[in-house]
Every structure is written in C-alpha cells, then in structure tokens.
C-alpha cells in the first residue's frame, strides 16, 4: 500500500519544494508538477511532490487532519 501525505508548498526553488506538513517541513522534489507556486497544497510520496491538491480537496484535507488532532 502507498500512502501520500498532504503539504503545503513554502517555496520553490530549482526543481524543489520546501513543503509543511503539519508543522514539519521537509524538501522534496517538484519535478512532476508544473507551475507549483507557494501556498499550493500538494500530496507527498517518497520524497516527490506527486499531485496538486484542488480546493475541494483542501477543505477535506483540513477536516481529515483536525479530526486526527
């Protein structure tokens, strides 16, 4: 089974992503995406940024990760 984790992308820079997942931040890769700009949420896996995360799905993504808290 993959499991992704849901980020929110802080910078960009040469082909990487500084995201924050929950508090903690990480560099992974961006090289799959195009145009990811700061603010865009993304779900992770194995170090690569892998799909952007619509508006949709961030409202579910934030109801997900405050009924986990």
């Known amino acids: 089974m993959c499991v992704g984790l ?6 960009v820079h040469q082909g990487m992503a500084l995201v924050d ?10 090289a799959l995406l195009d145009e990811l700009d700061p603010g865009d949420y993304v779900m992770v896996h194995a170090g ?4 952007r995360i619509t508006g949709d799905d961030e409202e579910e993504m934030d109801d997900i990760l405050e009924d986990l808290d």
Do not use: L, N
């Open 48 to 51: 690569m940024a892998i799909a």
């Open 21 to 30: 997942a929950s508090g903690a931040r990480r560099e992974v890769s961006a």
């Open 6 to 11: 849901p980020a929110r992308v802080v910078k």
